[in-house]
């Protein structure tokens, strides 16, 4: 079964400092993972994917992501928060295993929020 | 460009009745799906298309139909409402199970 994990309900971050918002995953294939964000009483906008290649990967707002096979973890990082950046963050995975592929299962959630 | 569409944005429902969210999607998607969202519990799979004419159950199936006629429309039908479908829905679509999802505004939806 496919599984995310967000261990963290919240981070706090002063404006300007870098942040990290943690994820790991469970499946039995390979992994597709992304992250989205929520912003209040607004739909999951995507923020990024790792499908495959590079184990870092950039995508909107300045952000990214460090795919780590070996820990099962896609941890999402900016180096330096804005306040705006003040949302719902959700990490998803879905996995591929021989001719199937699975369901796209979110995590919990981990709501940050940037102090000025 | 219009993305997914969901309608309604609100909608009180008292229990034993029944309803249909509607969501239609513009981007020639050919995977469709509905979650929900309850505060802390992220998001839950309720039904999921991928492509018209097929449909599949995903974790919380439970008291919810779809259909998928067209490769637009996944409509979401609840048939005798209950208080714990209280949440909010959210529709969302994508164009392989690679890509990434485009998801609708959501509905609130209050069950009294």
């Known amino acids: 079964a496919q599984s995310v994990a967000q261990p963290e309900d919240q981070v706090n971050v002063a404006e300007g400092n870098p942040l990290t918002v943690k994820c790991t995953y469970s499946v039995s294939g390979n992994p597709y993972l992304f992250w989205y964000v929520q912003y209040p009483n607004r739909g999951l906008q995507f923020l990024l994917k790792?499908?495959?290649?590079?184990?870092l990967v950039k995508g909107s707002y300045g952000f990214e992501a460090e795919f780590n096979k070996s820990q099962t973890s896609f941890h999402l990082k900016k180096p330096s928060a804005l306040v705006s950046d003040s949302a719902l963050y959700f990490c998803a995975v879905r996995a591929f295993y021989g001719g199937s592929q699975g369901n796209l299962i979110f995590g919990k959630g981990t709501k940050l929020s940037v102090k000025p | 460009n219009a993305g997914v569409t969901q309608t309604p944005k609100f909608r009180i429902l008292k229990i034993g009745q029944s309803m249909t969210l509607q969501c239609t999607q513009d981007?020639?998607?050919?995977?469709m799906y509905w979650y929900r969202q309850d505060p802390g519990m992220g998001l839950k799979l309720i039904y999921y298309s991928v492509g018209a004419g097929i449909t599949d159950k995903g974790e919380v199936p439970n008291g919810y139909n779809v259909s998928r006629s067209t490769t637009e429309d996944f409509p979401l039908r609840l048939e005798l409402a209950a208080p714990s479908q209280t949440s909010v829905y959210f529709c969302?679509?994508?164009?392989?199970?690679?890509?990434?999802?485009?998801f609708g505004q959501g509905t609130r939806l209050t069950v009294v």
């Open positions: 790792y499908i495959t290649g590079d184990n």
């Open positions: 981007m020639n998607h050919n995977y």
């Open positions: 969302a679509s994508s164009y392989s199970g690679t890509g990434e999802a485009f």
